[in-house]
């Protein structure tokens, strides 16, 4: 292993070129997804300008057949990993293993965009070197369209050849619209030579190359892998399903393509499942136990048994979902405050396919274990004694799966008090919603479009309401605080049209609820049985918000009285 230094544009154009020294720095399929943020990237940038030290990368050099991609040059949040492969091949080649966050945003800074724009530099920021800013040298993607003076684009600044750095500055100064000042040309000067110090002259740019050319025993693939996993372990970087889906793929080819398909089918119409739900998944149903350990992948039979069974194990994963959509009215990520509680139904769908097609009682358990919060926190031994209650009785009985859940303290019992302390914004109150408006489509075209919660009496009306301070003798104290005015009895269920920007907004409930607003008293009937609002037209005003609360908690709670439990079982 040895060190090695270049410069960043010289490191910036030996990515994905071939032809390059070494064979071009490349990315070994093992490696995540790019997540860099523009804000990220910008800050990269400006640590550089300020002369912080780049950690040091780890690349592997080899001629081994490895699944590798290129970097991405023109990112944008939809793109597709599949679509930047390399072809298998002999040739001598750089693996990045540690870095890739850091040259992917470079790459992406100097030679491509980020959702379209380009990345600008403010050639006269960073003139006060005491100052406290957090950020000193602004950077930006822009538009080229949008980008004016003291924006430039900044791989023009970094990629100029044949010209002295007073002659960079003098033609960049040419092109403010006003003569700048001499504290402003100092300042463009400074930048203009920081800008080839940092970027251009300076090997600033560290990796250590572990040669598994001259030394292939040393650096074989299963060790490379090994290296990988320790070098990103140690910090936030990857998660353990990350470290996991590294081990996976090191022995199969289509574990990306096949993953990232599964995952296409699964998250139609607003869900939101990712790649450790199914990781998880598949080390549950196979009877590995659903906690994430590496050991589970390195024992040589996991990785062939997940490979052998995919296919099943994808069956079972969409069958549950289309379960979820069809069977509990749950149609949205907003609706599923824990992806966790559907393993047990996948586990038990995987094993017996038949008996999960007629067993009765599954809603049930499903809608209890997220109406209640059942699932929070970690619940990985909880589903481990869930698989072992499925195995004992090679069934899914619902009073026993019940039963497991609370001896192992956690609640199932849902009382007018977990309703009620729904609020606007909560994770829950969708759940809760769909419970609620089961003929609501929750299949809108655009996830934009999907139902939106929204206040009955507005939250400016409420505000609206002071009482009098007895310090100052001034109306100034709000009456109704946020826990009022968002609690679940002053929220609705809209659609995209009606809380849109002519919709409802700040419409007061006794006109937004007026019967002149209708084709038909049925109609009006139908619409205020549909959101639970009383009839009386009285308790749609101002004054009487306080006897409108209790009153539609009490139709609430006659709502879900099908749901509601005492802590001994019985129906309230």
């Given amino acids: 292993m040895q060190n090695r230094k270049l410069s960043i544009r010289k490191i910036v154009s030996y990515l994905n070129d071939a032809e390059s020294e070494g064979g071009g720095f490349w990315l070994p399929n093992i490696q995540r997804p790019f997540v860099w943020s523009e804000e990220q990237i910008s800050r990269l940038f400006d640590s550089i300008m300020r002369e912080y030290p780049i950690s040091t990368l780890l690349v592997w050099k080899t001629r081994e057949e490895v699944k590798h991609r290129k970097f991405i040059d023109n990112y944008h949040r939809d793109i597709k990993l599949t679509d930047y492969r390399v072809p298998d091949n002999t040739r001598s080649k750089m693996m990045v293993l540690d870095g890739q966050q850091r040259l992917q945003s470079l790459f992406i800074g100097l030679k491509g965009s980020y959702s379209g724009r380009e990345l600008y530099f403010d050639v006269l920021s960073?003139?006060?070197?005491?100052?406290?800013?957090?950020?000193?040298?602004?950077?930006?993607?822009?538009?080229?369209?949008?980008?004016?003076?003291?924006?430039?684009?900044?791989?023009?600044?970094?990629?100029?050849?044949?010209?002295?750095?007073?002659?960079?500055?003098?033609?960049?100064?040419?092109?403010?619209?006003?003569?700048?000042?001499?504290?402003?040309?100092?300042?463009?000067?400074?930048?203009?030579?920081r800008v080839r110090k940092e970027f251009v002259n300076d090997d600033n740019i560290t990796f250590q190359e572990l040669d598994g050319i001259d030394n292939p025993d040393a650096y074989r693939v299963d060790d490379i892998v090994e290296i990988f996993i320790r070098a990103n372990s140690g910090g936030t970087k990857l998660g353990k399903s990350d470290l996991l889906f590294s081990l996976l793929t090191s022995s199969w080819d289509e574990a990306d393509g096949e993953i990232e398909a599964l995952l296409e089918d699964l998250n139609q119409g607003g869900f939101d499942f990712d790649r450790d739900f199914v990781l998880k998944c598949c080390l549950t149903v196979l009877n590995k136990g659903a906690r994430y350990e590496v050991e589970k992948f390195r024992d040589g039979k996991t990785k062939e048994e997940i490979i052998a069974q995919w296919q099943?194990?994808?069956?079972?994963?969409?069958?549950?979902?289309?379960?979820?959509?069809?069977?509990?009215?749950?149609?949205?990520?907003?609706?599923?405050?824990?992806?966790?509680?559907?393993?047990?139904?996948?586990?038990?769908?995987?094993?017996?396919?038949?008996?999960?097609?007629?067993?009765?009682?599954?809603?049930?358990?499903?809608?209890?274990?997220?109406?209640?919060?059942?699932?929070?926190?970690?619940?990985?031994?909880?589903?481990?004694?869930?698989?072992?209650?499925?195995?004992?009785?090679?069934?899914?009985?619902?009073?026993?799966?019940?039963?497991?859940?609370?001896?192992?303290?956690?609640?199932?019992?849902?009382?007018?008090?977990?309703?009620?302390?729904?609020?606007?914004?909560?994770?829950?109150?969708?759940?809760?919603?769909?419970?609620?408006?089961?003929?609501?489509?929750?299949?809108?075209?655009?996830?934009?479009?999907?139902?939106?919660?929204?206040?009955?009496?507005?939250?400016?009306?409420?505000?609206?309401?002071?009482?009098?301070?007895?310090?100052?003798?001034?109306?100034?104290?709000?009456?109704?605080?946020?826990?009022?005015?968002?609690?679940?009895?002053?929220?609705?269920?809209?659609?995209?049209?009606?809380?849109?920007?002519?919709?409802?907004?700040?419409?007061?409930?006794?006109?937004?609820?007026?019967?002149?607003?209708?084709?038909?008293?049925?109609?009006?009937?139908?619409?205020?049985?549909?959101?639970?609002?009383?009839?009386?037209?009285?308790?749609?005003?101002?004054?009487?918000?306080?006897?409108?609360?209790?009153?539609?908690?009490?139709?609430?709670?006659?709502?879900?009285?099908?749901?509601?439990?005492?802590?001994?079982?019985?129906?309230?």
Wanted: with cysteine; aromatic share 12%.
């Fill in 126 to 193: 960073g003139g006060d070197m005491a100052a406290p800013e957090d950020i000193r040298y602004r950077f930006a993607f822009k538009d080229k369209g949008s980008a004016s003076w003291p924006w430039v684009r900044f791989k023009d600044m970094v990629f100029i050849n044949n010209k002295l750095d007073l002659q960079i500055a003098q033609e960049l100064a040419s092109l403010s619209p006003e003569e700048l000042s001499a504290d402003e040309q100092m300042t463009l000067q400074l930048n203009v030579g």
């Fill in 312 to 572: 099943l194990i994808a069956d079972a994963i969409k069958d549950v979902r289309d379960f979820v959509v069809s069977k509990t009215y749950i149609r949205s990520d907003k609706a599923l405050p824990s992806y966790l509680a559907l393993i047990p139904l996948i586990y038990f769908r995987y094993q017996h396919p038949a008996q999960f097609k007629a067993k009765a009682g599954l809603p049930e358990y499903l809608l209890r274990s997220l109406v209640s919060g059942a699932f929070g926190g970690n619940p990985d031994q909880l589903i481990d004694k869930l698989v072992r209650n499925i195995q004992e009785h090679e069934d899914f009985v619902v009073s026993e799966i019940f039963g497991v859940i609370r001896a192992d303290g956690r609640s199932l019992e849902i009382t007018p008090e977990v309703i009620f302390n729904q609020y606007y914004g909560s994770r829950s109150i969708h759940l809760f919603f769909n419970l609620w408006y089961r003929d609501f489509n929750y299949s809108p075209a655009l996830g934009a479009n999907g139902p939106q919660v929204d206040h009955i009496f507005p939250q400016s009306l409420l505000k609206s309401v002071k009482d009098i301070n007895p310090d100052s003798g001034k109306r100034n104290i709000l009456r109704y605080r946020s826990e009022h005015r968002d609690q679940i009895a002053n929220c609705m269920l809209l659609t995209a049209d009606e809380n849109g920007f002519d919709g409802k907004c700040a419409i007061p409930p006794h006109e937004w609820f007026d019967r002149a607003r209708f084709k038909s008293d049925e109609e009006h009937e139908q619409y205020l049985a549909m959101h639970l609002i009383p009839q009386d037209p009285e308790l749609w005003k101002l004054e009487n918000f306080e006897a409108f609360i209790e009153a539609r908690k009490q139709l609430i709670q006659d709502k879900f009285s099908y749901m509601l439990r005492t802590a001994q079982g019985d129906h309230v």
